[in-house]
């Protein structure tokens, strides 16, 4: 007796895509003109994080060097935890204005959210005090439904006078509004916990993938970065 052909699950964005394209016109849920307001002084919870990836050597960045795989698992979005946050999205399409289906963990908890592209950021030369960094990624924002509201920012900067690269984050957030009130207990109580350990966990996550896709391209182990950040996930600025 012939086997039937085992069936292959299609990809989740195609499993998801209604609700995908229920997000396409969805509202940001905040007032983004009012952003320059949003400090730690009026509500908001203003993070950084970073984290040092290996370096390169000095000059623009290499074609399969360090920069370039980290460009890949942004475009990919496979840096967050998969346990905590997974992010559905059509590939094919353009990042700019991507919308993302956010399928978040939490105990026996499934939530779904919508967020989408603000803008992608690709500066050859941006001048800092420490010399012209190249510096690219992408930043997105909450939309209507999500339980909270903001935007984070990640961004990949290559120094370009020492070849030094970093993976950065840079968030702006506050608690949304919540109806149910066991949820809204819930995030109270653990929204700052599970914040802090998508950082951590993502910074983590991003070094060892630059990493393998490094190994993969080169067929040895980068030399690797050095400095605190490495060995602790960085923390630049995260306000309570």
């Known amino acids: 007796m012939t086997k039937a052909p085992a069936t292959t699950a299609p990809p989740l964005w195609e499993q998801h895509r209604a609700q ?3 997000y396409a016109e969805a509202e940001v849920n905040y007032d983004i003109t009012r952003q320059s307001e949003y400090t730690s002084e009026t509500g908001w919870r203003i993070d950084d994080y970073a984290t040092e990836l290996p370096p390169e050597a000095p000059g623009p960045p290499e074609p399969n060097g360090t920069f370039a795989a980290a460009q890949e698992v942004l ?4 840096f967050p935890p998969p346990d905590l946050i997974t992010g559905i999205f059509q590939p094919e399409g353009p990042l700019e204005k991507r919308i993302m289906l956010l399928r978040a963990r939490f105990l026996f908890f499934t939530f779904w959210f919508g967020v989408r592209v603000s803008g992608v950021t690709d500066e050859p030369a ?3 005090p420490a010399g012209p960094e190249r510096v690219w990624g992408y930043g997105y924002r909450t939309l209507t439904g999500h339980f909270e509201r903001g935007q984070i920012d990640f961004t990949i900067h290559k ?3 020492t070849g030094a690269v970093e993976f950065r984050m840079h968030a702006v957030s506050q608690l949304g509004q919540i109806r149910n009130p066991f949820y809204w207990l819930g995030f109270k109580l653990f929204g700052r916990m599970l914040q802090r350990r998508f950082a ?3 910074l983590r996550r991003m070094r ?4 393998a896709i490094l190994l993969e391209e080169h067929g040895m182990p980068q030399p690797a970065a050095t400095g605190a950040s490495l060995a602790q996930q960085s923390v630049t600025r ?3």
């Open 20 to 22: 995908l394209e229920a």
């Open 75 to 78: 475009r990919r979005y496979s």
């Open 126 to 128: 941006r001048d800092t």
């Open 159 to 161: 120094n370009l006078n």
């Open 200 to 202: 951590r966990e993502s």
């Open 208 to 211: 060892e993938q630059v990493d």
């Open 238 to 240: 995260a306000n309570s």
